[in-house]
């Protein structure tokens, strides 16, 4: 069974300053993909970045970039120049996938993180 | 284009009621999924279809819980003789095969 542990209920961080949340997970597989979504008050579950369990080199998009230590099964995502409108749930979630890449089957998601931005 | 959308967006039910919820995913996306989200927790799978046909239910948390999709586009999520227990918001997201999943709002359902 695939489980994924979000350790940090609560962070807050200043705006414009950089903030980390952390994210771990178990499995037995070797192909999966591993994402971070953001789920405003607004409740509509967002994708903010994605990495392939196969890459070594680290996803990037625009100020959100991760962390993939795949040998310590540890996925941190770092929001660099925090934004009031990055004030979210934040969800650190699993799939497998399958040896050419394609994911099927379901989400296994964290308990997540309730991120603060103030100003 | 059109992302996912679902209706109602909020659903008042009286204990012992049924209630249906819609699911419309992005237009050519194949699988489909339903997700159950308690207040301040992560979503927990229910059910999955690819195309018209159910692979997986074992997220299902009882036989009240029943869900379909006849024609491979548009879901619907049946909870029969609703419980308390079943006040949730109720997920639905679709992918291309093999792709990342995009969620629709959700369907905040309460059973009084």
């Known amino acids: 069974a695939q489980t994924v542990t979000q350790s940090q209920p609560e962070m807050s961080v200043q705006e414009a300053e950089t903030v980390t949340l952390s994210c771990t997970y178990d499995?037995?597989?070797?192909?999966?993909?591993l994402f971070w979504y953001k789920q405003p008050p607004s409740r509509q579950m967002i994708l903010v970045i994605r990495?392939?369990?196969?890459?070594?080199q680290n996803a990037t998009e625009n100020r959100f970039s991760v962390n993939f230590q795949k040998a310590a099964k540890s996925f941190s995502l770092k929001i660099s120049d925090s934004q009031l409108g990055d004030t979210a749930m934040y969800f650190c979630?699993?799939?497998?996938?399958?040896?050419?890449?394609?994911?099927?089957?379901?989400?296994?998601f964290g308990q997540g993180t309730i991120l603060t931005v103030h100003p | 284009g059109a992302g996912v959308s679902q209706s109602p967006r909020y659903k008042v039910a009286k204990r012992g009621q049924d209630v249906a919820l819609r699911c419309d995913p992005i237009s050519g996306h194949v699988s489909l999924f339903w997700y159950q989200q308690a207040l301040g927790q992560g979503p927990e799978f229910l059910t999955y279809f690819q195309n018209e046909a159910q692979l997986d239910k074992s997220g299902l948390p009882s036989d009240r819980f029943f869900a379909e999709r006849p024609e491979g586009s548009v879901s619907t999520l049946k909870i029969q003789r609703t419980q308390q227990e079943d006040s949730a918001v109720y997920l639905c997201?679709?992918?291309?095969?093999?792709?990342?999943?995009?969620f629709g709002p959700g369907t905040r359902l309460t059973v009084t």
């Open positions: 979630a699993f799939i497998i996938s399958n040896a050419g890449g394609t994911s099927y089957g379901k989400l296994t």
């Open positions: 990495q392939e369990a196969y890459k070594q």
């Open positions: 997201a679709s992918s291309k095969q093999g792709r990342e999943q995009y």
């Open positions: 499995t037995s597989e070797n192909n999966y993909y």
